[in-house]
């Protein structure tokens, strides 16, 4: 498995941006996919944002057209850019690595994941 630490959440209000970032140590993103998923109070975990092993993306389409995920494979560090933040993007934001090459918007596809980083967006 691999240790994951998100960092590069925080209070912001709608409309502002920020970086989440993920390091991980152990096994590399480079050979797996890796993803997003964010829980909010009294809601379910859902999926935010995936990258795969070639680097393909795909986004929920809440996000879409406003995040970015992206990773530096030298550095094993994933990034989740999050832009025009509204108050229903406030969340514990979780960084996942899948068990494949693909990955999925199931969470059951990942078996590593980070500690959680809480983003609050004020309206």
């Known amino acids: 498995q691999v240790q994951l630490v998100e960092s590069g959440g925080g209070l912001v209000q709608a409309g502002g941006s920020l970086r989440l970032s993920c390091a991980a140590s152990g096994r590399t993103f480079s050979d797996y996919a890796v993803g997003w998923f964010r829980q909010a109070p009294g809601s379910d975990r859902e999926f935010v944002a995936r990258?795969?092993?070639?680097?393909?993306?795909y986004y929920a389409d809440s996000v879409k057209g406003r995040f970015t995920i992206s990773k530096d494979t030298a550095k094993n560090t994933m990034y989740l850019q999050m832009n025009s933040l509204k108050p229903e993007d406030t969340a514990v934001y979780y960084c996942?690595?899948?068990?494949?090459?693909?990955?999925?918007?199931?969470?059951?596809?990942?078996?590593?994941w980070g500690q959680g980083t809480q983003v609050t967006v004020s309206s």
């Open positions: 996942a690595q899948a068990t494949s090459a693909y990955g999925s918007q199931s969470s059951v596809a990942y078996d590593s």
């Open positions: 990258i795969t092993r070639s680097g393909a993306v």
